[in-house]
């Protein structure tokens, strides 16, 4: 019997990605996978159901989830979706395994084996298939262009008839994939551009695109590629810095962000209140909270004469590549999940067993274990 993979329609609010697009349905179809999509799952990004031509084409959701030995997704699953898979089935995507833990429960119970994108590991051989990463840059890349239609400036030097209009100043806080992909963006754009990020490791990277690195004397690599948190002391001595270079800046753009934890808050009200009048704020972090106190998720705040922006699913704006990119890293994985037109689920591979939450009817992850058990015990 072959395997059958199903894309349900995204069903989050304003999102326009596609697990799955035409080109990689090519890729992935054959004798040994059938693939069903539902009607008008990709038609924000841009393809129609007639595009899908290797795949059939469900219009009830219900129907799809329930067929499905593997079902993909973008988005985190809801618990009436869950109600609605084939038990001891397979799924893949975005799971948010940091909250709402009681849909993990119900997966278990329902012999599911979840694998969370996000807890792809970051090793070299998983790049391919790091969603986090490619999501990023995409996010990377539309902040920039988001802060300069909310700034009352040109980006690059302009000489005319009445005179120079200097180039515009931009600070990019945090140097991970989304903050590099804004580095180079804001260059392109012919801004002046400055990079900060507490994992001194990333200085070199930030110069080659063109930016300087902004230097605060604190070295603060952690593991799996994040940032360790800071000491009450050195969180002093980076605002300290900061605190200067924000005020130059026409454009602050914070990237900081660490899974499963609240974002870390770098920029105060008193940092913003010395900013210059009409100098635009945008933080990537909004939905963790924020880089910045000020930060509203999905708002535009004004203070004291300053925008500050906080966006939320960046990616889905840029819906096309997004899902091109979230494509291919599904594709790589399950090149890796489907041997021999079999489901292989090889817990002796780094990859597989990392990102597996729930699997034989139990919470496979002891990580999530452990926060459902304090969620448990604090509900208690």
């Given amino acids: 019997m072959p395997i059958k993979i199903g894309v349900p329609t995204e069903i989050r609010d304003g999102e326009q990605r596609v697990a799955l697009v ?3 349905v090519k890729r992935l179809a054959g004798p040994e996978v059938q693939i069903a999509i539902q009607s008008g799952a990709g038609e924000a990004a ?5 595009d899908y031509q290797e795949a059939s084409v469900i219009g009830d959701s219900a129907q799809l989830l329930g067929e499905s030995d593997i079902t993909l997704m973008v988005n985190p699953i809801t618990s009436d979706q869950i109600d609605k898979l084939k038990d001891g089935s397979v799924l893949v995507g975005y799971l948010n395994p940091f909250s709402d833990l009681e849909r993990f429960d119900k997966l278990a119970g329902k012999n599911i084996s979840a694998f969370s994108m996000e807890m792809i590991p970051r090793i070299t051989r998983a790049q391919a298939m790091d969603a986090l990463s490619s999501q990023a840059a995409i996010a990377g890349y539309k902040a920039v262009l988001m802060a300069a239609s909310l700034l009352g400036k040109f980006f690059p030097m302009l000489t005319t008839a009445v005179g120079t209009v200097r180039p515009s100043k931009v600070l990019v806080i945090g140097a991970g994939v989304a903050g590099l992909q804004a580095i180079a963006t804001a260059r392109r754009l012919g801004a ?3 990079g900060y ?3 001194a490791a990333v200085k070199e990277q930030v110069e ?5 690195f902004v230097d605060v004397g604190i070295k603060a690599e952690g593991s799996g590629g994040y940032a360790r948190e800071l000491t009450d002391e050195e969180k002093q001595q980076q605002q300290d810095v900061l605190a200067q270079h924000i005020a130059a800046a026409d454009v602050v753009i914070t990237t900081a962000a660490i899974p499963g934890r609240p974002s870390p808050r770098i920029i105060s009200t008193a940092m913003v209140d010395a900013m210059r009048g009409g100098s635009v704020v945008l933080d990537l972090a909004a939905e963790g909270g924020g880089n910045c106190e000020l930060t509203r998720a999905g708002e535009t705040v004004i203070h004291n004469r300053v925008k500050i922006y906080g966006p939320v699913n960046v990616p889905s704006t840029v819906s096309n590549h997004a899902s091109e990119l979230y494509a291919k890293n599904l594709l790589n994985f ?5 041997q021999e037109g079999q489901i292989n689920i090889n817990l002796d591979d780094q990859i597989i067993n990392d990102s597996l939450l729930t699997h034989g009817g139990k919470i496979h992850h002891p990580t999530l274990q452990e926060r459902m058990n304090k969620n448990q015990g604090a509900e208690s």
Avoid: F, Q, T
């Fill in 334 to 338: 399950l090149e890796l999940l489907i």
């Fill in 208 to 212: 080659s695109l063109g930016a300087k």
């Fill in 192 to 194: 002046v551009v400055e």
């Fill in 197 to 199: 990020d507490v994992r």
């Fill in 22 to 24: 035409p080109d990689v």
């Fill in 46 to 50: 841009g393809w129609s159901d007639a």
